[in-house]
């Protein structure tokens, strides 16, 4: 009979191999793939932000060695720099009510998939910026009603703090201003007295600021952007999106020049006309890797409030159109919503003419005539 080889290793050789094989439940591994281009910034936390096409540009994502299913495919943004305290609690109101449910007042389901998720409370975010002079970034925090970052200010002035949506590479300690109500005398007088456009642009259209958005030279990327005169931001609010400044409209206005409207393209590649007045902040959104995130599990699904969606295919007949039937098969129908709505073929994307707006004139000359057989 065969005996069993004994280890033969030393204490001291023994209890090192004990300790090299015993590792963290999830410990944290950044992939650093060598770029193929040169890097325009190397930032201390080792996020590299370069220029080049986007597909040649390394996304820096965490991710985790599968101990469990869940962490196989778990992929993180890399934000180190957030705030790990609890928010501001002057500035957040409590989250409760039907609303949280997906149910309208009567208590039905008006927007499926919503239930559940993990207590949150709101935070009272600031798109309009009226507030003039200096202000102070103390943190950057995460929200978890929105994809973006927020960043609590506070005015030097009063000392007053208030929540904004951050820009990209907004860090604790930098100083933004808002220039909606005004350009500052001071400002005026650093010109000497004059309003240069090209200086006025360099004292003032730096990131994290709020203007106006006739004052934004054009080409600019901006973010929270307004559509009106008078309110906040309304557009570009979402992580790492923003708005590019394409056209000012002008018009003669006695001796001068007046702009009329301002044209800016949004993420979606509408062109927009908005108010020169309406407010808009110099930057992307914060947190643009959050695109690439990837929930590992469905669990962590159901913490966001989202609940699972099942396709029509799967249901019984009584359920959807789509259900029913033996095997996986919707029966000749056209793709439908649960509703009954044409899902595909463009109903409701498809531009809709206004018979009345025709004129006999432009109408085909062959129109309403029988072709020669």
Known sequence: MLQPRICRLGPSRFAKALLSSARSYA??????????????VHADTGVLHSEGPRKDQFIPLRTYKPRTPGLRHLKRPVNDHLWKGRPHLKLTIAKKGQHLGGRNNSGRVTVRHRGGGHKRRIRIV???RYLPGKHVVDRIEYD???????ALITRVETG????????????????????????PQDLIESMGGVIDPGMLAAKTATRGNCL??????LGSQVYNVGSKSHGGGVFCRSAGTYAIVVNKEEAEKGNGVEIKSVIVRLQSGELRKISPDACCTIGVASNPQAHFTSLGKAGRSRWLGRRPEVRGVAMNAADHPHGGGRGKSK???HPVSPWGTPAKGGYKTRHKRNKHTFLVQDRPRNQGKRRPR
Do not use: C, Q, W
Request: net charge negative.
């Open 126 to 128: 600031d798109y309009k």
């Open 160 to 183: 007053e703090k208030s929540y904004i949506v951050a820009a990209d590479g907004m860090r604790a300690g930098d100083e933004i201003e808002s220039f909606r109500t005004g350009i």
């Open 27 to 40: 410990t944290a591994i950044d992939h650093v793939p060598p770029p193929a281009f040169e890097p325009a």
């Open 212 to 217: 106006p958005i006739h004052m934004v030279p």
């Open 331 to 333: 029966g000749n129908v």
């Open 144 to 150: 978890p009603n929105r994809s973006s970052h927020l």
